[in-house]
């Protein structure tokens, strides 16, 4: 049966670990699971009730991991080719910075601020609050996407000068920027436009955004 990844589509850590196995050539099942309503049997392989979990059914069990990072690093491992993490040390170190800061960061101010609201909170069936939207993004967004414009500059990946877990984690938090209805004013921040719509054009990302946007339309139209 090879890997199994558990948790729904349109979250930003689950969509992390698809591309990873997308760009890795790998195959997988996504089993889906609403993190909101998630059956008891998934509570005993998810300590923190999140998505996404792997399972590695060549191996004897137990045989899952939690937590995105968790589990590139692990595809990193086991799949080594080709490689998402820089050879050089500061380089790899400085990829694993700008996913922490995605994942920390980036995914409380996108995903709280707006995704949950205009998405999350539709799926199920509440009212969004714009006036959380605006502030995010009058407010908090900016500072963000300051840092990411200087991070970029004048390179095409964030770390190491080659396609990483870093461009893989940033680009998945930029996918549900995109899904509440936003994309970074190219004006203002020009290298992050650039940068965004070459992540999204790759392949990897490509296929889960084709996969994704029919239910993100139907969702914000209801």
């Known amino acids: 049966m090879g890997l199994i990844v558990y948790g729904a589509n349109m979250s930003p850590f689950v969509r992390k670990v698809r591309v990873a196995l997308a760009e890795k050539g790998i195959d997988y099942k996504l ?41 590139c690093d692990y595809l990193e491992h086991k799949y080594p080719e080709p490689a998402l993490y820089p050879a050089d040390p500061f380089a790899r170190a400085e990829a694993l910075w700008f996913e922490e800061y995605a994942d920390s960061a980036v995914a409380q101010t996108v995903g709280r601020g707006l995704f949950f609201e205009r998405i999350v909170k539709k799926m199920l069936r509440q009212q969004p609050d714009e006036t959380i ?21 004048d390179k095409d990946y964030l770390a ?16 549900n920027f995109e899904h509440a209805g936003e994309t970074p004013d190219a004006k203002r921040w020009p290298k992050l436009a650039a940068y965004m719509a070459r992540i999204h054009a790759r392949p990897s990302f490509k296929a889960c955004l084709d996969e994704e946007r029919p239910l993100v339309v139907q969702i914000r139209a209801a």
């Not at 609403?34 to 300590?47: D, L, R, T």
Request: one cysteine or more; glycine letters at 6%; hydrophobic letters at 40%.
């Open 31 to 71: 089993e889906p699971v609403n993190p909101f309503a998630a059956p008891p049997e998934f509570h005993k392989i998810s300590p923190l009730r999140r998505i996404p979990i792997l399972r590695d059914t060549d191996r004897p069990e137990p045989n899952t991991l939690p937590d995105s990072s968790v589990i």
């Open 133 to 153: 939207c605006a502030s995010t993004l009058t407010e908090k967004i900016p500072p963000i996407f300051d840092y990411l414009e200087t991070a970029i500059g």
């Open 160 to 175: 190491g000068g080659a396609f990483s877990i870093a461009d893989i984690a940033v680009g998945s938090m930029l996918v």
